[in-house]
T-cell receptor, first 111, second 116 residues
Framework: SQQGEEDPQALSIQEGENATMNCSYK?????LQWYRQNSGRGLVHLIL?????REKHSGRLRVTLDTSKKSSSLLITASRAADTASYFC???????????FGTGTRLTVIP | GAVVSQHPSRVICKSGTSVKIECRSL??????MFWYRQFPKKSLMLMAT?????????EQGVEKDKFLINHASLTLSTLTVTSAHPEDSSFYICSARDLWANTEAFFGQGTRLTVV
């Protein structure tokens, strides 16, 4: 399967704490993307990091990419209750046109 | 960013009937569209890839006669769930991409299908 693995599967933190989610994948990629999904809703694109980039920031989000380890992490700083959602990594793989999604992390931020 | 509109957002149908879901790219030409299925608390699984004017390519295990995909124009793809059964109940999401321009994929809002 080309599906990536994410860990943890579920994460529960207090508001104000940081949340870190990890994603591992199996093949070579053009880029890796992180998405957010509120329960029963569509996907919201958060950030894209290209294969030649190692770190990227967007507001309270920080993404790292280690292509040698085929892994990425998403850090959400100073979490808020509104950050409660499922987060998916998705890889844009070399030679493929579609995205392959990770298994997802369900984040719960407790007010 | 680019907009992909998926309709309907929710649909309830009776077993044995067919349901059509539309996916439109509103401000760009989608050379390629993808249909995903998502079970509760699970990840998105690719069902099929459709290129404008061509037959869709289905992933292993996806019945092409059950899930009919049409991509007749650069802005519209449809997924028709034929002879729906309760086990077809799921969340279906489309995404669209302009491979000529090598853009990233943009996602529709998803369709919650419930077959009763």
């Amino acid at each position: 399967s080309q599906q990536g693995e994410e860990d943890p599967q579920a994460l529960s933190i207090q508001e104000g704490e940081n949340a870190t989610m990890n994603c591992s994948y199996k093949t070579s990629i053009n880029n890796l993307q992180w998405y957010r999904q509120n329960s029963g809703r569509g996907l919201v694109h958060l950030i894209l990091i290209r294969s030649n980039e190692r770190e990227k920031h967007s507001g309270r989000l920080r993404v790292t990419l280690d292509t040698s380890k085929k892994s990425s992490s998403l850090l959400i700083t100073a979490s808020r209750a509104a950050d409660t959602a499922s987060y998916f990594c998705a890889t844009d793989e070399t030679g493929a046109n579609n995205l392959f999604f990770g298994t997802g992390t369900r984040l719960t931020v407790i007010p | 960013g680019a907009v992909v509109s998926q309709h309907p957002s929710r649909v309830i149908c009776k077993s044995g009937t067919s349901v059509k879901i539309e996916c439109r790219s509103l401000d760009f030409q989608a050379t390629t569209m993808f249909w995903y299925r998502q079970f509760p608390k699970k990840s998105l699984m690719l069902m099929a890839t459709s290129n404008e004017g061509s037959k869709a390519t289905y992933e292993q295990g996806v019945e092409k006669d059950k899930f009919l995909i049409n991509h007749a124009s650069l802005t519209l793809s449809t997924l028709t769930v034929t002879s729906a059964h309760p086990e077809d109940s799921s969340f279906y999401i489309c995404s669209a991409r302009d491979l000529w321009a090598n853009t990233e994929a943009f996602f529709g809002q998803g369709t919650r299908l419930t077959v009763v």
